[in-house]
Nanobody, 120 residues
């Protein structure tokens, strides 16, 4: 069983920064895509950013230039660095593994989510 555990969410002011962490187990981290998705109240879950095992990354237009996905292989951890946060970034953020690219339905493993609230 692959386990993903997110952490780092919280309440921040508009324009602030936050770093989310996703601790992953086994080959889910080393041999598969890792991704971040988010779901705001009343909205469908949407793609945020993904990283291929090679290190190549892709991110949604809505967060490009503000959010960065990164990894630390030694710690089996994937990060989402968020800057210039906006109220519309408020959502539950989920880490996912075992899928391909940006397609949510391809990911087999999911964390429980961490709440990010951007408000003054």
């Amino acid at each position: 069983q692959v386990q993903l555990v997110e952490s780092g969410g919280g309440l921040v002011q508009p324009g602030g920064s936050l770093r989310l962490s996703c601790a992953a187990s086994g080959r889910a981290f080393s041999s598969n895509y890792m991704a971040w998705f988010r779901q705001a109240p009343g909205k469908e879950r949407e793609f945020v950013a993904t990283m291929h095992p090679s290190g190549s990354t892709s991110s949604a237009d809505s967060v490009k230039g503000r959010f960065t996905i990164a990894r630390d292989n030694a710690k089996n951890t994937v990060y989402l660095r968020m800057h210039s946060l906006k109220p519309e970034d408020t959502a539950v953020y989920y880490c996912a593994a075992g899928g391909r690219g940006t397609m949510m339905n391809t990911y087999a493993y999911w964390g429980q989510g961490t709440q990010v609230t951007v408000s003054s």
